[in-house]
T-cell receptor
Framework: NAGVTQTPKFQVLKTGQSMTLQCAQD?????MYWYRQDPGMGLRLIYY???????DKGEVPNGYNVSRLNKREFSLRLESAAPSQTSVYFC????????????FGPGTRLTVT | TQLLEQSPQFLSIQEGENLTVYCNSS?????LQWYRQEPGEGPVLLVT?????EVKKLKRLTFQFGDARKDSSLHITAAQPGDTGLYLC???????????FGAGTTVTVRA
């Protein structure tokens, strides 16, 4: 089992460029999440998908869109990147019957210049 | 403002010493989880506590959930360099599929 996989691992964008971060899980989990992690601020939820076919905004959704492509895959899109979106992005999944315990991917380090 | 406040923010100790990390809130949680994150990796779940007053042990790590389910602590006995990492607490407040994370405590154990 690979668990949660994310691509790419590193990315540098110029202001205004767009990109999609990919995430897939092989644990048959219903719920998936996108977080960003910035120094001193912990993990902040961007968007989540409680189950296939649904998505909801988290704490910091502005500037992002998501797609729950199927039960396995949940992508995060930046339509017009800004320097404030420089961060480390983590995807996670959980089995909603287990207290939403999160299983995280290895992260994507994004720099916007 | 974070729902969960962790203290201290940084902790540096010598191998063999004990340490305690705190996670506090004014909110009541249905459950509270602790994660450890090593540099360049995603957080990994250590434990989930559910009942007020609950104590769980994981080798040299002891986790306690406050009686009122508003706070938790993580105590490490005889710390080792392998315990170095960012410790995050996360709380479940309602049945909405989400967790709220604290900002984390960076623990460094010197050999």
């Amino acid at each position: 089992n690979a668990g949660v996989t994310q691509t790419p691992k590193f990315q540098v964008l110029k202001t205004g460029q767009s990109m999609t971060l990919q995430c897939a899980q092989d644990m048959n989990h219903n719920s998936m999440y996108w977080y960003r992690q910035d120094p001193g601020m912990g993990l902040r939820l961007i968007y989540y998908s409680a189950s296939e076919g649904t998505t909801d905004k988290g704490e910091v959704p502005n500037g992002y869109n998501v797609s729950r492509l199927n039960k396995r895959e949940f992508s995060l899109r930046l339509e017009s990147a800004a320097p404030s979106q420089t961060s480390v992005y983590f995807c996670a999944s959980s089995d909603s019957g287990q207290r939403y315990e999160q299983y995280f991917g290895p992260g994507t380090r994004l720099t916007v210049t | 403002t974070q729902l969960l406040e962790q203290s201290p923010q940084f902790l540096s100790i010598q191998e063999g010493e004990n340490l305690t990390v705190y996670c506090n809130s004014s909110s009541v949680f249905s459950s509270l989880q602790w994660y450890r994150q090593e540099p360049g990796e995603g957080p990994v779940l250590l434990v989930t506590v559910v009942t007020g007053g609950e104590v769980k042990k994981l080798k040299r790590l002891t986790f306690q959930f406050g009686d009122a389910r508003k706070d938790s602590s993580l105590h490490i006995t005889a710390a080792q360099p392998g315990d170095t990492g960012l410790y995050l607490c996360a709380g479940e407040t309602s049945n909405d599929y989400k967790l709220s994370f604290g900002a984390g405590t960076t623990v460094t154990v010197r050999a």
